[in-house]
């Protein structure tokens, strides 16, 4: 052991000639390793990012589901409301209460002009109800009721016109 260390023979000093020395390695490395490191932290930053950007996606999702949710159940809550506003008896209803009464039968004009039925003006009894016995003579003195079908209504004031619509329903 009195040789120094760096000085080999036969097959090892072979096999030092073939792999560099560790000087110029380290150096060579350094900036390679801090590239490695430089990507993975910046893969690992991106994916937190991203990973937070999926968790917002996720909250408006969720809360745009809970507002469809309540929108629906609301339109489905204003459809029944319109569908019992416009079934038959609260039409009639509704109508009675504006002082409509039922037009009766109706009539129809052919293609010559020829009336088809018999006219009438609205509240007026059909002919089936206009063949109702006359009341009897002691109960002249008593008011006549009203038609079940008629509704009295108040008379337009004098001086005013009254309220009509130019077309029906507006």
């Known amino acids: 052991m009195s040789k120094p260390a760096t000085q080999l023979?036969?097959?090892a000093a072979r096999l030092g000639r073939l792999m560099p020395s560790q000087g110029a390695n380290s150096a060579a490395r350094t900036p390679f390793v801090l590239l490695v490191v430089a990507l993975l932290g910046g893969g690992l930053i991106t994916l937190l990012v991203l990973n937070?950007?999926?968790?917002?996606?996720?909250?408006?999702?969720?809360?745009?589901r809970r507002q469809t949710t309540e929108l629906t159940d609301e339109q489905q809550a204003l459809q029944r409301d319109v569908?019992?506003?416009?079934?038959?008896?609260?039409?009639?209803?509704?109508?009675?209460?504006l002082g409509m009464v039922p037009g009766g039968n109706p009539v129809f004009l052919g293609p010559?002009?020829?009336?088809?039925?018999?006219?009438?003006?609205?509240g007026d009894?059909?002919?089936?109800?206009a063949a109702e016995p006359a009341p009897l003579?002691?109960?002249?003195?008593?008011?006549p009721a009203p038609h079940p079908r008629q509704r009295h209504t108040p008379a337009?004031?004098?001086?005013?016109p009254a309220k009509t619509s130019p077309t029906p329903g507006r």
Do not use: C, I, W
């Not at 009894?125 to 109800?129: G, K, V």
């Not at 337009?156 to 005013?160: D, V, Y």
């Open 9 to 11: 023979r036969g097959t």
């Open 52 to 64: 937070s950007a999926l968790n917002e996606g996720s909250f408006k999702l969720s809360e745009y």
């Open 83 to 97: 569908d019992d506003l416009s079934a038959p008896d609260a039409l009639s209803r509704r109508a009675g209460d």
């Open 112 to 122: 010559d002009g020829t009336v088809k039925g018999v006219p009438g003006t609205a």
């Open 125 to 129: 009894p059909s002919p089936a109800e």
């Open 137 to 143: 003579p002691g109960a002249a003195s008593q008011a």
């Open 156 to 160: 337009p004031q004098p001086g005013r």
